[in-house]
């Protein structure tokens, strides 16, 4: 099966950096990704990880380390906006079978 | 907005009930997908599809079924829905085969009572 592990809640303040982490269990692999989700709303891709290394998108970033299972987003110039839940999610399946981990929460304080 | 819509968005039900969520895209997208979202369980896969009548189980797939007749539609049924079965259920859709980027309907609420 899978098994995907992030930390329960991360508090942060204003225009600082954050990083959430990500460590994966599959019998398969073939990708990382990130989404964001706000209180209320439906989740929103945010970035993916093929290759080992760092992609970046704006004020995102994300890594993926495929023989440390583990991966992190991170996000810089944290803004209020930012405050959300972010999950990472695997495709472990030859029919892109995507498992989400059980979410990081993010608070932004001034 | 890619266009995926779930219906219907709110339903309250009571316990033994028959229920069906429906997924529809306009997209053409070949996967189309169920998860559950409960506080502190995250978005949990009930069953996915990956072709017209191809469909395969996730990890909670139990008291579930699910079918797909047409490429645009993918139908969640409670055959006879339970209180453990209250949730908020999201449905997503994915063009790409190794690059797991899903977008999500706006979700559906189900509670039974």
């Known amino acids: 099966g899978q098994s995907l592990e992030q930390p329960s809640e991360v508090t942060a303040v204003e225009g600082a950096i954050v990083q959430i982490n990500c460590t994966y269990q599959t019998s398969g692999f073939y990708g990382l990704s990130w989404y964001q989700q706000h209180d209320g709303g439906a989740p929103t891709f945010l970035s993916y990880n093929g290759l080992d290394g760092l992609e970046e998108t704006g004020r995102f970033s994300s890594f993926l380390s495929r023989s440390d299972s583990y991966g992190y987003l991170l996000l810089q110039e944290l803004q209020m906006k930012d405050s959300a839940s972010y999950f990472c999610?695997?495709?472990?399946?030859?029919?892109?079978?995507?498992?989400f981990g059980t979410g990081t929460k993010l608070q932004v304080i001034p | 907005d890619a266009g995926i819509t779930q219906s219907p968005r709110h339903k309250v039900t009571e316990t033994g009930t028959p229920v069906t969520l429906r997924c529809h895209q306009t997209?053409?997208?070949?996967?189309m997908y169920w998860y559950r979202q409960d506080p502190g369980h995250g978005l949990r896969l009930i069953h996915y599809s990956y072709g017209v009548k191809d469909t395969d189980k996730g990890e909670v797939s139990d008291g579930y079924s699910v079918s797909r007749s047409k490429t645009e539609d993918f139908l969640l049924t409670l055959e006879s829905a339970t209180s453990s079965q209250t949730s908020v259920y999201f449905c997503?859709?994915?063009?790409?085969?190794?690059?797991?980027?899903?977008?999500f309907g706006a979700g559906s609420r189900l509670t039974v009572l």
């Open positions: 997209e053409n997208h070949r996967y």
């Open positions: 997503a859709i994915s063009a790409d085969v190794g690059a797991n980027v899903l977008t």
């Open positions: 999610a695997v495709d472990s399946g030859g029919y892109q079978k995507v498992t």
